[in-house]
């Protein structure tokens, strides 16, 4: 059953990067805002659907692999966590400097090389998050926070800057949407997944000692 679970999950991640990726390529050159909705699906939508099919892919890995990933989620999970918290942070502020995203813009090698990096590092990300056990869960939490201020920082930027950052997109307004998606709706996105993931936590505590829950 678990299995078949992370299957839908990597299908739906799937289908979702090929909706950001293909579907949203034309427009999103045109458009900042459309260009701020890729991103968004590449990073809250379809990076945590990658991340929870991802045991799919794992078991079909090389030995090897399959440790480095079991050391990942061991012991040492904080550290990783703060690494992949660190990694998605700066991919994310990094491609929207406006040299970089110009750049981006203008070239197609780099244009893949930033969906890539910003998929890659959200993916890491929120597998990371997933793996939490439940005496991790408050650094997850943490974690998902402090994503969300960096996604609310760039994105108020944006939206209350008094010009434009990017020469490939001189509309205002358009920036202005593009920044209040970045704000609002990618920034939620980090919030919802917190709260999922407490609830979930407490909802396991429940599970496994209900007694002490209530006479509590």
């Known amino acids: 059953m678990r299995d078949r679970h992370a299957v839908m999950w990597l299908v739906a991640g799937l289908v979702v990067l090929a909706v950001a990726i293909v579907g949203l ?8 805002t459309w260009h701020m909705v890729q991103h968004m699906l590449l990073t809250v939508v379809a990076a945590p659907l990658l991340a ?10 090389p030995d090897r692999w399959q440790r480095a990933a079991e050391s990942v989620t061991g012991p040492s999970w904080v550290a990783w966590m703060f690494v992949a918290l660190g990694l998605q942070s700066a991919a994310m502020v990094l491609w929207h400097i406006p040299p970089a995203f110009q750049a981006a813009v203008e070239h197609d090698a780099l244009h893949g090389l930033e969906h890539i990096t910003m998929l890659a590092t959200a993916v890491f990300f929120w597998w990371v998050v997933f793996s939490a056990g ?3 869960v408050a650094v997850a939490i943490v974690a998902l926070f402090f ?12 939206t209350l800057a008094s010009h434009t950052w990017y020469p490939a ?14 704000w609002a ?5 980090y919030l919802i997944g917190a709260v999922i993931l407490f609830f979930t936590w407490l909802a396991r505590l429940e599970r496994t000692s209900p007694g002490e829950l209530v006479t509590g």
């Open 25 to 32: 390529e034309r427009v999103s050159e045109t458009s900042f």
């Open 52 to 61: 929870l099919g991802a045991p799919v892919v794992l078991t079909r890995l």
């Open 134 to 136: 439940s005496n991790r």
């Open 147 to 158: 994503a969300t201020g960096v996604c609310s920082a760039l994105g108020a930027g944006l």
């Open 169 to 182: 997109y001189r509309s205002s307004s358009d920036q202005a949407m593009g920044g209040v998606i970045m």
């Open 185 to 189: 709706v990618v920034g939620t996105a």
